[in-house]
């Protein structure tokens, strides 16, 4: 954050409690509440997953999802990907970087 505030970047930190962190979408909310930004982006499933539970909460944000690529090198990682393209289906936009992502996301 120091190089974003060096930079005049406005920026909030919000602390992630670990894998099962049922607190951080509220404190995701109080953080977009009192800072009012224009829009939220989420690059990442646990990033998605609090994007999609704010708009299921009644944030009505723009939302726009970042989809980076998939990789297989684990069950655990398969289910991640899995998860991240359902709940992308929720965002205003998706931001994905190749021809065959933005195929999978054209229904």
Do not use: C, N
Not at 16 to 35: C, E, F, S
Not at 50 to 73: C, D, K, Q, S, Y
């Amino acid at each position: 954050m120091a190089y974003l505030d060096a930079q005049g970047v406005s920026s909030v930190a919000v602390e992630d409690r670990g894998p099962l962190d049922l607190g951080l979408p509220v404190r995701v909310r109080k953080a977009l509440d009192d800072w009012k930004p224009d829009i939220l982006q989420s690059h990442g499933y646990k990033a998605g997953a609090v994007a999609w539970a704010l708009r299921r909460a009644g944030t009505r944000l723009p939302w726009i999802g970042f989809l980076h690529g998939t990789t297989t090198e684990s069950r655990r990682a398969s289910l991640y990907h899995w998860l991240d393209h359902r709940l992308l289906s929720g965002a205003d936009r998706i931001v994905v970087m190749s021809t065959k992502q933005a195929d999978a996301f054209a229904a």
